[in-house]
């Protein structure tokens, strides 16, 4: 079983960049399809982007041509580059990962079976 932990965030400012990393423990990292949801007081939870196990990405078309997500299985590490960042983008942002390879739909949630707590949250001035 893995754990996931999620790092960054924090005031970024709009058209501004920033870039969250999220550490796993346990498990074996390299088998996971991993997540980025992100959920803003008082909305759902909303997926951000996916990548699969062999390194295939999707993203939502809210972040699409501006956010990167890419692992590093040697590091355990997931990433997510974001720039042009817009006040929507400000959010408590989570990691997620799937015991299937590749997800058919990986927007939703249920797909995944293991969570992070959250980053520290990331609000746009």
């Known amino acids: 079983q893995v754990q996931l932990v999620e790092l960054g965030g924090g005031s970024v400012q709009v058209a501004g960049s920033l870039r969250l990393s999220c550490a796993a423990s346990?498990?074996?990292?390299?088998?996971?399809?991993l997540g980025w949801f992100r959920q803003a007081p008082g909305n759902e939870r909303g997926w951000v982007a996916t990548i699969s196990r062999g390194g295939g990405t999707t993203y939502a078309d809210s972040v699409k041509g501006r956010c990167t997500i890419s692992r590093d299985n040697a590091k355990k590490t997931l990433y997510l580059q974001m720039s042009s960042l817009k006040p929507e983008d400000a959010a408590m942002y989570y990691c997620?990962?799937?015991?299937?390879?590749?997800?058919?739909?990986?927007?939703?949630?249920?797909?995944?079976?293991?969570w992070g707590q959250g980053n520290q949250g990331t609000d746009s001035s």
């Open positions: 346990g498990g074996t990292f390299s088998i996971y399809s």
């Open positions: 997620a990962a799937s015991v299937y390879a590749r997800l058919q739909h990986p927007s939703r949630a249920n797909g995944y079976n293991f």
